[in-house]
T-cell receptor, first 112, second 117 residues
Framework: DAKTTQPPSMDCAEGRAANLPCNHSTISGNEYVYWYRQIHSQGPQYIIHGLKNNETNEMASLIITEDRKSSTLILPHATLRDTAVYYCIVRVGGNAGNMLTFGGGTRLMVKP | DAGVIQSPRHEVTEMGQEVTLRCKPISGHNSLFWYRQTMMRGLELLIYFNNNVPIDDSGMPEDRFSAKMPNASFSTLKIQPSEPRDSAVYFC???????????????FGDGTRLSIL
């Protein structure tokens, strides 16, 4: 699996956009980028995933660079409830990629 | 809609006792995963089932751990005998079969917080 690198922690002001970076310079052509988050005392929660095009859903946007070596998760209007650990994971598609490997993630603190 | 349901939410027991953790996946999901989370090691995959069949158990720490999925709506993770180092939060997750657009998201339960004294 491609290794991912994320900053250990970030702060964001409530109501502002939170931009969480992830480096995956060794990503291969058939590997997807997934984002999950874990709010304290809860199980991880799927946010979004993509291959090479930018993606958007009701929770967030995912921007993947053209060379696919890095990506950014954007929470457009962060709220206090978005305080969590955010995990960037790179995995192949198909059944072989079902097993997720969680790294250290980024601890996002949204402040009033 | 009911999510992944795990029981018990908390378990405290003495070392040497048998511990059984239970999971009910989301109806219609055909992949099920057991994870363990500790401060030292983070979130680790223990075992993965597809259509009730164990596919990869390479993450199971040792023979004291066993997992079963007798049907599509129920799975257990058993530790016998339990040891203090097994203390952790154990998560169960389920997903649909992978589609042509990458893998389906995994939906996690709220976990079982296990303490072995």
């Amino acid at each position: 699996d491609a290794k991912t690198t994320q900053p250990p922690s970030m702060d964001c002001a409530e109501g502002r956009a939170a931009n969480l970076p992830c480096n995956h310079s060794t990503i291969s052509g058939n590997e997807y980028v997934y984002w999950y988050r874990q709010i304290h005392s809860q199980g991880p929660q799927y946010i979004i995933h993509g291959l090479k095009n930018n993606e958007t859903n009701e929770m967030a946007s995912l921007i993947i660079t053209e060379d696919r070596k890095s990506s950014t998760l954007i929470l457009p209007h962060a709220t206090l409830r978005d305080t969590a650990v955010y995990y960037c994971i790179v995995r192949v598609g198909g059944n072989a990629g079902n097993m997720l490997t969680f790294g250290g993630g980024t601890r996002l603190m949204v402040k009033p | 809609d009911a999510g992944v349901i795990q029981s018990p939410r908390h378990e405290v027991t003495e070392m040497g006792q048998e511990v059984t953790l239970r999971c009910k996946p989301i109806s219609g999901h055909n992949s099920l995963f057991w994870y363990r989370q500790t401060m030292m090691r983070g979130l680790e995959l223990l075992i993965y089932f597809n259509n009730n069949v164990p596919i990869d158990d390479s993450g199971m720490p040792e023979d004291r751990f066993s997992a079963k999925m007798p049907n599509a709506s129920f799975s257990t993770l058993k530790i016998q005998p339990s040891e203090p180092r097994d203390s952790a939060v154990y998560f169960c997750a389920s997903s649909l079969k992978a589609s042509g657009r990458g893998n389906q998201p995994q939906h996690f339960g709220d976990g079982t917080r296990l303490s072995i004294l």
